[in-house]
């Protein structure tokens, strides 16, 4: 039996390297976004840490803007992004009377954000909270890059065993706050 697509869809719009209206359907099962260099797999990534709330540099970007289509020789530059998830909760996962629910953020060029559940206006912390109860807030692995990959795949079995009782949601304190060899926060200092 294939488990139903909890994903359904992305749609994007004046997002990064996505300057048209851009819908991306999920099926059932794992999904894999593949293309050649520079073709906005890795933006698409981003648009959907970005919807969800994630901010900076692990966008790849050095400001909020920055996210916004900048325009090329044919295209000028869009005023607005738009990033909407379309989620599969007929399971009631996150606990609203939805059985699909979109979840959406808008970043204008004046620097207002809009964070979106079902097309109605909601703070941020109330999207984090919704989340959070489905333990969806923090969670590092929720979308897999190939250089977390990489990096998983170069640390020493007593490593990577914290490592994927994280992702299992079984292991004490999460590997993604410890950091993993060559992530920025294994290069930090130490916090107390």
């Known amino acids: 039996m294939t488990a139903p697509a909890r994903l ?3 749609r994007v719009q ?3 390297s996505f300057a048209e ?3 991306v ?3 059932p099962g794992i999904s894999a976004v593949v293309g050649p260099n520079g073709s906005g797999k890795s933006n698409l990534a981003d648009a959907l840490r970005w919807a969800l709330g994630e901010q900076g540099r692990s966008l790849r970007i050095r400001r909020s803007e920055d996210v916004i289509w900048a325009g090329s020789e044919k295209r000028s530059a869009l005023g607005m992004a738009d990033v909407t998830l379309v989620l599969d909760n007929a399971d009631a996962l996150l606990p609203v009377e939805f059985a699909v ?4 953020r808008r970043l204008y060029r004046s620097g207002e954000n809009d964070y ?3 097309r109605q206006r ?6 984090q909270d919704l989340l959070d109860s489905a333990n969806l807030a923090d969670n590092a692995f929720l979308f897999i890059g190939q250089g977390m990959v990489d990096q998983a795949l170069a640390l020493r079995p007593e ?3 914290p490592l994927f009782e994280e992702v299992a949601g079984a292991g004490g304190e999460p590997v993604s706050q410890r950091a993993m060899p060559g992530s920025d926060a294994a290069d930090a200092p130490p916090t107390s």
């Open 159 to 161: 490593e990577r065993r």
């Open 8 to 10: 359904l869809g992305l």
């Open 14 to 16: 004046g997002v990064k």
């Open 25 to 27: 359907e999920f099926g």
């Open 21 to 23: 209206r851009t819908l």
């Open 122 to 127: 909601v703070r941020l912390r109330d999207l």
């Open 101 to 104: 629910v979109e979840l959406g």
């Open 116 to 118: 979106l559940l079902n």
